[in-house]
């Protein structure tokens, strides 16, 4: 299926129906969306193409906050100037969208995911998928709340309580493994076909090799580097491979599918998402991964006493598909684990391999010392995996949200996000 969804009246009425809660029997397609048997959820086809394409709701919104509060991007809003404002100075309106877009959207995957596993326990393939997606979300929840925790699960009730990070991160393990041992029972083909965001991950088996990649970045941003390095392992991670080499968020113009909302013409007259003047003059010289995700225009734009001339062109065009993951950030993952564990001798063959396919010359990592050697390799991240969302987590993980700059007088690094008001009892 080349295309996320088939029929997005279908998948939307998937989701209405989960928002309702409704009980349902599995295996049964609707006989017409016009006249849908509205007792029963979808095929699994019609769920996983549904969560597919819920995961890439609100991620724009994700994507420039994240930037934004790691100093890599500017999005200059001139309808609202919460992008240059709240973010830059807080308080977090804790009933905001720049918050609760994305904590709903993700709720909502979560959801899905657990209907799944409710209707289609049988089904191996749909269980292993589900539960890594669910893990996965809940990951980019933790990501945005850090120590204000998250819901593990969805609900309606108010009352249902947060857990705290460390406890977060135990169930997002868990359901990672839960996923990983179901993807390997599944055999050699899943009942449903994937998008072609995961045309290198479309077996169980290639798909156990995501579940894997997305645990090891669990497992680096609790430091359990040893660990890490045998979830890689299982991974797609490879030297030698291509860097691009992953899934993706994939967007259309097909019937009833979306364009990416991160796209913008470089050369228009007027643009919104600038990368920080930072990004610019802390890159090495000949860094493709500098040339290749940014475009200088002539005049600088300037809005709320920002200013940059930084083109953000990460997204190719309408259409242009959004990381995941990559087998570049694998390989550092890699040596960021390795560094961790004081192989930075191991760490080097990763670093220099992602210089390497930058245009950049090797750079010996193994003389560097411990502190060094994460400097390097915070610097390769923020080029590598510029506006995927990494860089404001990484520096809060190593506690150098302070060396961010900040470009006017009052403007603070928020650490978190708030919980949402509308999650919390009392308000």
């Not at 009730?157 to 406890?167: E, L, S």
């Not at 994939?250 to 913008?264: A, C, I, L, P, R």
């Not at 610019?280 to 290749?292: C, H, I, Q, V």
Request: hydrophobic share 40%; net charge negative; proline share 4%.
């Amino acid at each position: 299926m080349n295309n996320i969804k088939r029929n997005v009246y279908i998948i939307l009425l998937a989701f209405f129906l989960v928002s309702l809660g409704l009980n349902s029997c599995k295996n049964l397609d609707f006989p017409s969306p016009n006249d849908p048997d509205i007792s029963n959820l979808p095929s699994i086809q019609w769920m996983v193409s549904g969560a597919e394409a819920e995961m890439r709701n609100e991620l724009e919104i994700y994507l420039r906050v994240v930037e934004t509060f790691g100093r890599n991007a500017y999005y200059f809003e001139t309808a609202d100037p919460r992008y240059t404002g709240e973010l830059l100075t807080g308080p977090i309106d804790a009933g905001g969208f720049l918050l609760n877009r994305h904590w709903n959207a993700r709720y909502r995957v979560i959801k899905n995911g657990s209907l799944i596993l409710e209707n289609y326990s049988d089904d191996k393939g749909a269980t292993g998928f589900a539960n890594t997606i669910i893990g996965y979300q809940l990951l980019m929840l933790l990501n945005f709340t850090d120590e204000n925790g998250v819901k593990i699960v969805f609900s309606r009730d108010i009352n249902t309580p947060f857990v705290n990070k460390t406890d977060a991160f135990k169930e997002i393990e868990r359901l990672l493994d839960a996923g990983f041992d179901d993807l390997n029972a599944a055999g050699d083909a899943f009942s449903f076909e994937l998008s072609s965001g995961f045309a290198d991950l479309s077996t169980p088996a290639e798909f156990a090799q995501f579940n894997r990649a997305i645990k090891a970045r669990v497992l680096v941003l609790q430091s359990k580097y040893a660990d890490a390095l045998t979830a890689l392992s299982g991974s797609f991670v490879d030297e030698a491979g291509d860097m691009n080499t992953g899934a993706y968020h994939v967007y259309s113009n097909g019937s009833g599918d979306q364009g990416n909302n991160m796209w913008e013409d470089p050369t228009a007259p007027t643009i919104k998402l600038y990368a920080h003047p930072s990004f610019k003059t802390e890159a090495e010289a000949g860094d493709t991964r500098f040339s290749s995700k940014v475009t200088e225009r002539a005049e600088a734009a300037s809005f709320n006493n920002l200013e940059s001339n930084l083109a953000v062109t990460t997204v190719s065009d309408a259409y242009g598909k959004v990381p995941i993951i990559r087998n570049e950030e694998l390989l550092l993952l890699r040596a960021e684990a390795n560094i961790g564990l004081g192989n930075n001798a191991a760490a080097a063959s990763d670093i220099n391999a992602v210089r390497a396919a930058a245009g950049l010359a090797a750079v010996d990592v193994a003389a560097m010392s411990a502190d060094d050697a994460l400097s390097q390799l915070l610097h390769e991240k923020r080029y590598s995996l510029f506006m995927e969302g990494q860089r404001w987590v990484d520096m809060r993980h190593y506690g150098k949200l302070d060396d961010l700059p900040k470009d006017r007088a009052g403007d603070i690094v928020i650490d978190k996000m708030p919980r949402p008001e509308t999650e919390v009892p009392g308000n």
